[in-house]
C-alpha cells in the first residue's frame, strides 16, 4: 500500500472558507499531575455522535480542567468512541458547526486537518473506505460540502524521533514531540482496508491511501497537494542527532517545490 500526504496548496484557486468549530470537545488539561503542562492537542472524531449523552452540554465549552474532572468527562465520552480510540486533552467530537462562504473545490483541506469534499465529487470516491459527515452551517454552499471523518490512528515509524525525545507522560499521555525534519509511517500501525486517516503522534499530518489519491486526481484541480509518504526507511537517512541543550523549539518544513 501507497500513501500520500494532504497538503493545502500555496495557489489556491477556489474561495471556499469555513468558520466553524467541533459540537464538543474534552476540555484541555490543566497543570497535569504527571508532567504540570497545561495543554489540549487537535485530535478529532468528527463521526463520533455526543447527542445521546446526557452531559454533552458540559463538552460545549473549550476551557482547561484539572485533571479530576478533565477524568471524568474523558470517562463519559469513552463509551461513544471506537474501541480503544486515542484521547487526549481538546479531542474534539461530532460536526463541525458555523458558516462556509465562497466556491469549493472538488477536496479542500481547512484549518490544517479537516478534509472537505463537494458533495458532487462524493461519487468519484465511491468503493473508498470512508465516513462522511455533514457540517451544521447556517447557509450551506450549492453543492453542499462533506467532512471525511479522519480517525486518528497509525503513527510515525520510531526511528524517525529525535533521539532525545520526552518520554510520554505516565498521567495524560502528552509527548512534547515535535515533527521530525525526515519522517515515515510505521506500516504495521495502519490498518489495510484504511483510505484516510490523521496520525496519533502527528496529528496535524492527514494521510491517504494511494488509491484515494487516484480518485482525488480525477477529481481536476483542488487546492492541495499531495505527496508521498514512505513505509520504509530511507536509504540515505541519518539518526537525528539529539538537540542541543539551549533546544530548537521550532521546526520548518518546507513545502516539496522548494526541495
Ligand atoms: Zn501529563
Known sequence: MTYYEVQSSPASRWSGTLRAKR???????????????????????????LSDLPEAHELEEVRPEHWPEYSRLLELVRPYCPPGAHLEPGTGFGPLVGSARGKWGPVTLVDIASLLVREDAIHTLSGLNLTYVWPQLRRPPSPRIAEIHLAPLGRLAPECS????????????RDGG????????????????????????????????????????????????????????????QPPKPLNADGVGIVIRRAPSDI
Not at 529525535?162 to 499521555?173: I, K, L, N, R, W
Open 23 to 49: 459540537r464538543w470537545a474534552l476540555p484541555g488539561l490543566e497543570d497535569c499531575p504527571g508532567c504540570h503542562a497545561t495543554w489540549s492537542g487537535v485530535l478529532e472524531y468528527p463521526a463520533v455522535d
Open 162 to 173: 529525535q533521539s532525545d525525545q520526552e518520554t510520554p507522560c505516565a498521567v495524560c499521555g
Open 178 to 237: 515535535l515533527l521530525p525534519q525526515h519522517y515515515w509511517l510505521d506500516a504495521a500501525s495502519i490498518p489495510a482496508d484504511t483510505d484516510a486517516f490523521r496520525l496519533t503522534d502527528a496529528a496535524t499530518l492527514v494521510i491517504v491511501s494511494g488509491r484515494m489519491a487516484d480518485r482525488i486526481n480525477d477529481l481536476g484541480d483542488s487546492d492541495i497537494m499531495l505527496t508521498p509518504i514512505g513505509t520504509t526507511k530511507p536509504p540515505n537517512f
